[in-house]
């Protein structure tokens, strides 16, 4: 069976994809800072009848997320699909929601080690097998900003448009060998996010979960925008 490896699980997106992917007969391994939230997690993937599995993995820690990945591919056989959309949460989340007028180095700086550093050693450690293979999907998540500049998302929007140009590119060269990368900008609140803005669209996670496996699955398209 295909594994789908999920850096940055969570309750609504993350479980989405592990349910969706589940159901058309991937594995499912989920990675995560907190244990407790991937066994609860696990334990909701496991009563819908998906064989999921939760790797304890922090991004800033390269060797651990590394060593996370190794033992995932260890349990399953292998990563096919690797989803990669951890945020920045809490006290270390410094620019999240500061304006480009204000935000300083330390604060892109939380942004750019989860979003661009660890996004590059979670594909290092899944790449070499995918080439070898000559099969693979590489899936990378940001927020609207990635291509909107939003000025009160200054911090996000600098290491997100640098995800995404290093993204395209990917895929540009990886092409040839049958991996296939794509960015997915969503420009969205998903349904049961604490604090949406006013006016903007909702979605449920499940329904975003279906376009990312049309996404792995057509392995066309190195871009996606969500926008409604």
Do not use: K
């Not at 066994?39 to 991004?59: C, I, K, R, S």
């Amino acid at each position: 069976m295909p594994t789908i490896a999920i850096v940055g699980a969570g309750a609504r997106l993350g479980l989405s994809l592990g349910r969706v992917f589940g159901r058309h007969g991937y594995q499912v391994a989920l990675l995560a800072r907190n244990p407790e939230r991937l066994d609860g997690l696990v334990q909701q993937l496991t009563a819908e009848n998906v064989d999921a599995a939760g790797f304890t993995a922090d991004v800033l820690n390269r060797p651990g997320l590394t060593d996370a990945l190794a033992r995932a591919a260890d349990r399953f056989g292998g990563i096919d699909v690797l989803e990669y959309s951890p945020t920045v949460a809490g006290a270390a989340s410094g620019g999240a929601y500061t304006s480009a007028v204000d935000l300083t180095v330390d604060g892109v700086q939380a942004q750019v080690d989860t979003t661009c550093h660890g996004a590059l050693a979670a594909t290092r450690a899944v790449l070499p097998a995918m080439r070898a293979a000559g099969s693979g999907a590489l899936l990378y998540t940001t927020g609207a900003a990635s291509v909107h500049p939003t000025p009160m998302f200054a911090g996000p929007g600098i290491a997100a448009a640098g995800l995404r140009n290093w993204v395209l590119n990917l895929n540009a060269l990886l092409a040839d060998e049958g991996v296939y990368a794509c960015h997915v900008s969503i420009g969205v609140w998903l349904e049961g996010t604490p604090t949406p803005t006013p006016d903007t669209p909702t979605t449920h996670p499940d329904v975003l979960a279906e376009t990312y496996w049309q996404l792995a699955a057509a392995r066309t398209e190195p871009e996606r925008l969500i926008t409604a």
